[in-house]
């Protein structure tokens, strides 16, 4: 049987390789000797992993079991912990009798021996610590309220305190940029002082070296002559129209006379011309810095005027805001149903963006608690019972 089963192999190995089969049949083995092999290592790899899954399943388990056990052992000693805290001997607490000292503490039922506030010597009462807990607790609420209370208190006032300081600290720019100003004003004043003196200095020293020069001094010798002549004329008249005794008759000016009044009439002249030419020079000086401290009293005016009026116009635009979105608040709040008590001055962008989200919020409950109902009345149907059942059959027609 052997042989001949051998023979039928061979022989349909060699048809195979006679119609060109068998390399396809030799491939066919090998994807699947591979597949084979492939298999058999994910299912090796999959039992590795089932094996640890159960061993990390157990390891959970364990430690889940420690960590009950650490939280049951936690609450006892935070029960403890709580029992030492307020329960030590000769604190003073607070008990249904009011306050009471307590004398001693038996831990292993957890009762307490008090000293009443009445009685000479003070009646005892024994009580559980969980009452005296319980006060004391109810009592750190309170306390840690009311300190939230004046927290949110403090807070406000901090936030008083700020803007007041922000104002003040703006007052106070302000003003140090008056004093500034002023002192500006004052430094300008003490500069016009000096470049009017110096200006008339210069034009002095100019003027003076103009006279000492050969120029003027020409021309200025017509203008001399005609002066000393007419001097000599009105001595010559006051001579000829004298009447009197001939001891006082005046005299002819003599060559001495003729040049100190030559002189003197020089000097006048130089003075006339130095006088003239400092008080042209101080009068444009003058102008120049009227003009300057126009411009700048001018600028600084328009601009007090300008902050004055924005700052008008600000508080104007402020206060109409705050009105027109309080009135559209209410409005909106009217229109839509949704109230929000706090800002009282949100304006009508803010109160629309919260009310479509409280909207949309509202829409998903409504949905939620929708789907909820059906699926409750689903269950409901599947677990009534059949007289149940007729009976709602009944009710709806």
């Known amino acids: 049987k052997k042989i001949r089963k051998k023979a039928v192999k061979d022989k349909k190995k060699a048809e195979m390789k006679q119609c060109g089969v068998w390399d396809n049949v030799q491939e066919c083995r090998d994807k699947t000797s591979t597949a084979h092999d492939e298999t058999r290592t994910l299912l090796r790899s999959k039992i590795l992993m089932d094996r640890k899954l159960e061993e990390e399943k157990k390891l959970i388990a364990f430690r889940v079991v420690n960590l009950e056990a650490a939280k049951l052992k936690h609450q006892e000693s935070e029960r403890v912990a709580i029992a030492l805290k307020y329960c030590m001997p000769g604190n003073l607490v607070m008990t249904k009798f009011g306050e ?12 307490l021996l008090v000293l009443l506030p009445f009685g000479n010597p003070p009646a005892k009462a024994y009580l559980y610590y969980k009452e005296v807990v319980d006060l004391e607790r109810s009592k750190a609420n309170a306390e840690a309220l009311l300190m939230e209370l004046e927290d949110e208190y403090m807070k406000g006032i901090m936030a008083e305190e700020k803007i007041m300081l922000k104002k003040e600290n703006y007052l106070m720019r302000r003003a140090e940029e008056g ?130 009026e924005l700052s008008l116009l600000v508080e104007q635009i402020a206060a109409e805001a705050i009105s027109e979105g309080r009135a559209a608040k209410g409005f909106a709040e009217k229109k839509s149903g949704v109230i929000f008590p706090n800002p009282v001055w949100m304006q009508y962008g803010t109160y629309d963006s919260l009310a479509t989200i409280w909207k949309a919020k509202k829409e998903d409950l409504r949905h939620n608690i929708e789907v909820s109902k059906g699926e409750t009345a689903k269950l409901l149907a599947s677990n009534a019972s059949p007289m149940l059942l007729r009976k709602r059959k009944q009710q709806q027609k």
């Open 100 to 111: 009471c000292i307590i004398s001693s503490y038996r831990p292993k039922d957890d009762v």
């Open 179 to 308: 004093l500034k100003e002023i002192y500006n004003f004052i430094d300008m004043s003490k500069r016009e002082t000096i470049e009017i003196k110096d200006s008339i200095t210069a034009s002095v020293e100019e003027s003076y070296l103009v006279t000492e020069s050969n120029m003027y001094n020409r021309l200025q010798s017509t203008a001399v002559k005609r002066l000393v002549t007419k001097e000599k004329a009105d001595r010559e008249r006051k001579r000829k129209e004298y009447i009197g005794p001939k001891a006082g008759r005046p005299a002819k000016m003599t060559v001495w006379e003729v040049h100190r009044a030559k002189k003197a009439i020089v000097i006048e002249l130089n003075t006339k011309f130095i006088f003239k030419a400092a008080t042209k020079t101080e009068v444009a000086v003058k102008q120049k810095l009227y003009a300057e401290r126009s411009a700048w009293v001018e600028a600084k005016t328009v601009e007090s005027l300008i902050s004055f």
